[in-house]
């Protein structure tokens, strides 16, 4: 299996960066996987709704050259579908049985993701109805991946 995460920005604190590296190796024994990041777009302090919606075109046209036609991608969304971690690993045994072997998650920026690229999305996922920091929802996202992996597997995970 192969996973890609693209994800709108930069990890600029060490602590982000270290955790991210950790679950990238704690996934090598399941899936082979790789993070891309693109640009975050630079806006005024308090950008209009037009502003944003060019950032976030923008955003969308780097992203978009990043997925690969065969992938099955699923950009994350507040207004997706929420899974418990036993569902997204279910998803994924599903994705797996149904042939799915690359899949691509997608991270924009605080202020989303572009319409084009939602609607690219085969299936939106929703952590929360809370609105996260996209350093922090990396690790959340790659924790997440690997408890499914784990749960795949019957292996057990600390709790």
Do not use: C, N
């Amino acid at each position: 299996m192969q996973i890609r995460i693209i994800a709108v920005g930069k990890l600029k604190e060490k602590y982000w960066r270290e955790a991210v590296r950790e679950y990238s190796k704690r996934m090598k024994p399941y899936a082979v996987v790789e993070i891309i990041e693109v640009a975050e777009q630079r806006t005024a302090d308090h950008p209009s709704p037009v502003e944003i919606e060019q950032v976030l075109r923008k955003e969308g046209a780097q992203i978009a050259k990043l997925i690969p036609s065969s992938a099955y991608v699923i950009p994350l969304a507040i207004a997706g579908e929420r899974l418990s971690s036993e569902g997204l690993s279910g998803f994924i045994d599903r994705l797996i049985f149904a042939g799915k072997s690359k899949i691509v998650f997608i991270i924009g920026s605080s202020y989303g993701i572009s319409r084009e690229i939602l609607e690219k999305g085969d299936f939106l996922l929703s952590f929360s109805p809370m609105t996260f920091p996209h350093q922090m929802m990396r690790v959340i996202l790659l924790e997440q991946i690997y408890r499914s992996m784990k749960i795949l597997k019957h292996e057990p995970y600390h709790k």
